[in-house]
Every structure is written in C-alpha cells, then in structure tokens.
C-alpha cells in the first residue's frame, strides 16, 4: 500500500484543484493566543470504555518544520479510537497518545520550511497518527488536504482515514472499473459503508456481507444491490447466483 503521504497526494490530485478555502470567520482567533500553552483534549488515562474518557488540559502543540497547526473544528470516530481507548492499539512511539485519526478545521500555524501553498485560515482534512480530539494538532503538510468547496467541514473530518482506505481500496488498488461486481465484506463497517456508496459512484455494482439483519439493510440503504449474511448464508454461493456465476 503506498504510505500515507503518497496516498493524501494522490488522493488530493484527483479531488481536482481545489481553490483556497477561507474561514468564513476570519476575525476569529486563527492560533493559540499568545502565552496559552495549553488546550482542552479528551483524555483517557486508564484503558476502559466511553466513561474513563474525559475532557482535560494538555500542552497545545507547537508545528514543528514541515508540520501545519490545525485549530480542529471537527473530528471523526473510527474503530481504531475504541481499540486504542480500550489499550489495545497504543499510538505510534512518538506520537500524540491523544484519540482522533482524522480531522478538519483550519490552518492555525505553519512550521519553518512548509510550502508556500498553504494559507492561515483555510480550511483544511488531515490524516493523523492521533491527536484529532483536541482543540489544536499539528501534521506533516503532507498529510493535509483542502476541503473540497461542497463538503462541511464536518463532513470532511470523515474523510482522511475511513473514506480514504476505501477510496484506496477501490481506484488505487483495485482499479475497479464501471461495470463491474465488488463484493465488500463488513459492508456495515465505517470502510465497508465509505466502499459501497463509491463503487456506486463509479458506476459499479456493490454486493456485501454482513453479520446481522440490521447491519444488511444498513449496507442496502447505502447502496448494496445484495447483501448476504456470512452468519447463516453460504454467500460464495449466493454472490455466484447473484452475478450469474461471474
Ligand atoms: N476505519 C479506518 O479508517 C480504517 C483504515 C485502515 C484500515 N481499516 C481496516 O478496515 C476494517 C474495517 O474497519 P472499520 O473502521 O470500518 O471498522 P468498523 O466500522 O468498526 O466495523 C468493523 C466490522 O467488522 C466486522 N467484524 C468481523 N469480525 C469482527 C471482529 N472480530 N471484531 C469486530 N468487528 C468484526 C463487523 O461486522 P459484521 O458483524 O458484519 O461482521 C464490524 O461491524 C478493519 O479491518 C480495519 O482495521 C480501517
């Protein structure tokens, strides 16, 4: 799989060129105020569930070269945030052990030596080793995209980690072309879900597993042409009716 860098970069030249997006609030503080080295974070001290987490004080972080501070506007919940609050996926060795792999929000600061693209204020996506539960991350401009102008930036804090494996998946990867079948298993996943409404939009058919009944309408409802229960369905073989033995 090409690394994360590779993957924003060419995910970020398919997404078009997409002109600087400003803040519409520009008066608003765009970084850290002077002498504020801390910021709020949601913190976990003791692995556990929801309710170990809470909201706490921690040191803002400072861009270092390269890096782009973000002032975080909205964060996306994936698997890995649970495993990692339950102690089952520590963070990389150096990186924030703060929750959160994917944000938006916008440009607060820039580190020495980042390109010249970048303006304070756009609004920005980005792909984090952690940190994205917090009210500032800072990350390697390579990792950070412009928001697309018909996405919120709410709904552009899910796309860098979930929307962008499954965008990998299925163009990088795959090269799924229109036309044809592409069987998601875990279709009810937050890749699988991503997966299934992009095979669409290639003109693709999606077919998924799933475990429960609920989880089969879920992967319906966001366009699976079937969806078999791996539980109780010999799917093998139902995919094979389904595509009439393709
Ligand atoms: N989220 C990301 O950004 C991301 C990035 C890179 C890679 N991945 C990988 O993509 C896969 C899906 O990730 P996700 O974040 O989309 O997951 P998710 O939303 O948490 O869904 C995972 C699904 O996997 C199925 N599953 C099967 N065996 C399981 C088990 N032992 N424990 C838990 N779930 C199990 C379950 O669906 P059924 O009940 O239908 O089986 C479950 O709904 C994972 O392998 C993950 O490591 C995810």
Known sequence: MADKGTLTKQVFTKIQDVPPQLSPKMSEQLGPAVGETTMLAV???????????????VSTPQPKAGEILIKVHATALN???????KGLYPAPPGESDILGLEAAGTVAALGVGVSGQWVLGQQVMA????????????VPEELVM????????????AIPEAWLTAFQLIHLIAKVQPGETVLVHAGASGVGTAAIQLLRLTQATPVATAGT??????????????????????????????????
């Open 43 to 57: 913190c976990v001290d003791d692995p556990g569930g929801p309710e170990k987490l809470y909201l706490g004080r």
């Open 79 to 85: 698997r890995a945030d649970l495993l990692q609050r």
């Open 127 to 138: 792909l984090l080793s952690g940190g994205g539960y917090a009210e500032f991350v800072s």
């Open 146 to 157: 412009l928001i697309p102008p018909h996405l919120t930036i709410t709904q552009a804090a």
């Open 213 to 246: 009944t609920e989880k089969l309408q879920m992967t319906k409802s966001v366009g699976a042409a079937a969806a078999f229960n791996y539980e109780n369905e010999d799917f093998a073989e139902m995919v094979l009716e389904f595509t009439n033995g393709n």
